[in-house]
Each structure stands twice: as structure tokens, then as C-alpha cells.
């Protein structure tokens, strides 16, 4: 994988004429190696981004004009829709649906989420891929390795790279993997013109981080199944949300008063936001998300820690529920 190129610009060739590479905001050869992987891994052509909320915009911008409208997946990642509202400003519109049936008609894109934040719902790609407009699917938390969407009629694919392809929590970026050669390229000059470029240091830890990718996601899978059967049974818990993959999940306490005491007494498992990491994650995400979720909601990320002795962490902080 060789060590990352730290230039930003390469000289033009003997005749004068720029090469593939000539200046870091088109593009970068560690960038591109990076790329070259997400792109096997999803079955596509992949696009760096510098995080996957710089994704989420690069894409809707390029794809759609004001005026136009997103279905968004009810219940997908808070920020998301949050993205979407700002850019409400420049005349972009969305309306959000029950992503496990149809999309509604006479929208411009549609945007599902596999398995959704925090709420782990699943789409149902046959009703989005009979859909009219281009269908995108934010499968950060599925990863490659258990889910390729473009396999299932989606035209895009995305990642916050942040999440289970860095793995570290030390890498913020994003993917976009593009079914059509020729999209990816119109994104790719959009990428360029509009400067939402990705740094190459990043890049090449996702590189290495993408070598162990399928280990740590069958691993918190496993873990995760193991630790959804165990809340599903504790009696402080009312809700389990488990699709029966990846290492996401979301339960329900009592209220949120519980849900605060529950996230600030585990000793393994770190009170923090973000998901996909080595290291187990927890917390309230009313804190964020308001009435959107409810009170008692705690999002889990299991990591990569014995499956017992997060489960020992999640019994004591439940005891004080
Ligand atoms: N998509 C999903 C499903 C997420 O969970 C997140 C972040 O939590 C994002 C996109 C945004 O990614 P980033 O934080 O890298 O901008």
C-alpha cells in the first residue's frame, strides 16, 4: 500500500501537458488507491469525500436542482435530514416516508438508509428501485461487507467512512460508490470545481483501516446479536431495535432520566456519540434528536471487546436504570 504522497501537485509532462495527476483538488494518488478499494468492496466507482456529511451534500447538490424534492427515510441519521433543511435556503426540498414500503411519487431522489440511525429499520429496495428517480443508500452501518445496495437497484451508495470503514475513531470521511461509470465522473468534476476534496492523510488510514474491515464488522455482528438477544430479555428494557446484522443497535429505557444514568455508569462501553468503532459506544440520542426519538432511547455501537464483559458493563448500568 506504500506510504502516503504528501504533494498536492506534480509537474506537467515533457511535452507540457497535465497527467492524471497535476493538483490535489481533481485528484491524489493516495486518494485514488483508497478509492480504487471502495470501489471493489461496493461493486462500483468510488468518490472520496472529507466526511459523510460533505458526501451527503456533493451529492445532492450535483444530482438536483431548486425546486427539486428528496424522499428521505423517516427515522434515518438526525443529521441528514439536518443537512437537508439547511440547504432548504437554495430551494431544495424534502419530505420524509416509511422507508419499509414505497417511495411517494413525483419526487426527484430518493434517499433510504440500510439499516437506519438509530431507529435500524431496513429498506425495501424492490418498491425504491421501481421508483422513477435515482434511489441512493446511506449503508454506513452495514458496510460493504454485509450489504453491496448497488446490487439491489440502488444508484448510489454512501458512507460516513468515519464509521466502520476507518473503524479507529480517527478518520472523518466519506463515500460515495456510483453504479454508472459516467455519474461517478460527472461527480467527480463537481467534486473538483465545487473544492469538497479529501485529504490524503485520511485517505491512506482508511486504506489500512479497509484491511481489517471484514473481521471487525463479522466480529461486531457477532456481538451484537449476542447482546440484542440479552437486552431483549433484561426487564429494564422495554424496546429492542436489532435487524439481525451489524454492530448497531437501539434499545429503551424507562424515561430519560434513566437513560442518563444507564450511559454515565458503564466503564467499558465509552459515553460518546459516533458508531463503527473498535471501541463500544453509547448514548442517549434525545440529546440530539429531540422528540424525534423517544426519552429512554440509547443508541449502541458494540465494538470489539469480549461480548461478556459487555454485557457484565451494560448489567451493572442497567441495575441503576
Ligand atoms: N450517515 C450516517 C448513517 C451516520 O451515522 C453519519 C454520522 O453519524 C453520517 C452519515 C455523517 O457522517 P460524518 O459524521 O462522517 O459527516
Not at 281 to 296: C, K
Request: net charge negative; with cysteine; hydrophobic share 45%.
Amino acid at each position: 500500500m506504500g506510504a502516503v504522497d504528501h504533494s498536492i501537485l506534480w509537474p506537467y509532462d515533457e511535452h507540457g501537458e497535465a497527467r492524471e495527476f497535476f493538483y490535489a483538488r481533481y485528484a491524489h494518488p493516495t486518494v485514488a488507491a483508497t478509492e480504487a478499494r471502495l470501489g471493489e468492496l461496493d461493486g462500483g466507482t468510488a468518490l472520496l469525500f472529507p466526511s459523510g456529511t460533505a458526501a451527503v451534500t456533493a451529492l445532492v447538490l450535483s444530482l438536483l436542482k431548486p425546486g427539486d424534492t428528496i424522499a428521505l427515510a423517516e427515522g434515518s441519521y438526525f443529521g441528514t435530514g439536518v443537512a437537508f433543511k439547511t440547504l432548504e435556503r437554495w430551494g431544495l426540498r424534502y419530505v420524509e416516508f416509511d422507508q419499509t414500503g414505497a417511495p411517494p411519487d413525483g419526487v426527484q431522489l430518493v434517499w433510504l438508509e440500510a439499516p437506519s440511525n438509530p431507529f435500524l429499520t431496513m429498506p425495501n429496495f424492490e418498491a425504491a428501485a421501481a421508483h422513477a428517480a435515482p434511489v441512493v443508500v446511506d449503508s454506513t452501518a452495514a458496510t460493504p461487507v454485509l450489504l453491496r445496495p448497488l446490487e439491489h437497484g440502488a444508484d448510489f451508495v454512501l458512507h460516513s467512512a468515519t464509521k466502520y470503514l476507518g473503524g479507529h475513531d480517527d478518520v472523518l470521511l466519506g463515500v460515495v460508490v456510483c453504479r454508472d461509470p459516467a455519474a461517478a465522473e460527472e461527480l467527480k468534476v463537481f467534486r473538483g470545481r465545487t473544492g469538497i476534496s479529501p485529504a490524503p492523510d485520511p485517505a491512506w488510514l482508511l486504506l489500512r483501516s479497509l484491511r481489517t474491515l471484514e473481521t471487525r464488522v463479522l466480529r461486531q455482528s457477532a456481538s451484537a446479536a449476542v447482546i440484542a438477544e440479552r437486552l431483549d430479555a433484561h426487564p429494564k428494557v422495554s424496546v429492542v431495535r436489532y435487524p439481525g446484522l451489524g454492530g448497531l443497535l437501539s434499545f429503551d429505557v424507562a424515561d430519560g432520566d434513566a437513560a442518563r444514568r444507564v450511559e454515565t455508569s458503564t466503564r467499558v462501553i465509552v459515553n460518546s456519540t459516533s458508531l463503527g468503532s473498535v471501541t463500544s459506544l453509547i448514548e442517549s440520542r434525545a440529546r440530539w434528536e429531540g422528540d424525534r426519538v423517544p426519552a429512554g432511547l440509547l443508541r449502541l455501537s458494540v465494538g470489539l471487546e469480549d461480548p461478556d464483559e459487555l454485557w457484565a458493563d451494560l448489567a451493572q448500568a442497567l441495575d441503576r436504570a
